[in-house]
């Protein structure tokens, strides 16, 4: 299973657009590119999932470089609400292992 | 998106008994269930994968005779605590795998469920 490293946390404020990058360099060609939110005593939130290029719903934008060893999560105008704990996850057709995440705190 | 529920929310239990957690796929079928846990401000961890009408595969440093799971059908899967203790009280998160394609599948995750042992 490719491992993710991505920063621990993240401050941002409300307005800003967040960009959270997370490498995977030994990502295998059949891999799967997941970002997953979660708040507090709650369970893992999907948000995006792509395999190569440029993918855009109406909450994120995931943008994958060529050699897809990285991968950067964008967060349009974040507010207070987006504040939660952000995972990377690369998957094929296995079990998901999450790495430590990405805690990002948006401030007023 | 599909929606995976657990049961129940919450549980407060007395030290040496057993608890049971329900996690149903409410509108798809699942084959394979997932088994979390989560201690306070950590990451998920993967305790155990179950595929309806098998064992399931418990990962390594998880104890299959005191966390027991049952796959009975496409849409249920029971986490069972046995003899708990206070050490097991934690948050504990099922996710579910939508039966599709193989390289096109979806995992969904339950609210999950937090146990407290006195």
């Known amino acids: 299973l490719a491992k993710t490293t991505q920063p621990i946390s993240m401050d941002s404020y409300e307005g800003q657009e967040v960009n959270i990058t997370c490498s995977h360099n030994?990502?295998?060609?059949?891999?799967?590119i997941t970002w997953y939110q979660q708040f507090p005593s709650q369970g893992p939130r999907f948000i995006i999932q792509g395999y190569k290029t440029k993918v855009t719903n109406e909450v994120a934008s995931l943008f994958i470089p060529a050699d897809r060893k990285s991968s950067t999560l964008s967060l349009p105008r974040v507010s207070l609400s987006d504040t939660a704990v952000y995972y990377c996850l690369v998957r094929g057709y296995n079990k998901l292992i999450f790495g430590a995440g990405t805690r990002l705190a948006v401030h007023p | 998106g599909a929606v995976v529920s657990q049961h129940p929310s919450w549980v407060i239990c007395k030290s040496g008994t057993s608890v049971k957690i329900e996690c149903r796929s409410l509108?798809?079928?699942?084959?394979?269930m997932f088994w979390y846990r989560q201690f306070p401000k950590q990451s998920l961890m993967l305790m155990a994968t179950?595929?309806?009408?098998?064992?399931?595969?418990?990962e390594q440093g998880v104890e299959k005779d005191k966390f027991l799971i049952n796959h009975a059908s496409l849409t249920l899967s029971t986490l069972t605590v046995t003899s708990a203790h206070p050490e097991d009280s934690s948050f504990y998160i099922c996710?579910?795998?939508?039966?599709?394609?193989?390289?096109?599948?979806?995992?969904?995750f339950g609210p999950g469920t937090r146990l407290t042992v006195t």
């Open positions: 509108d798809f079928q699942a084959t394979t």
């Open positions: 030994n990502i295998a060609t059949n891999d799967y």
């Open positions: 179950s595929n309806e009408g098998s064992k399931a595969t418990y």
């Open positions: 996710s579910a795998r939508e039966h599709r394609l193989k390289e096109a599948y979806e995992q969904y």
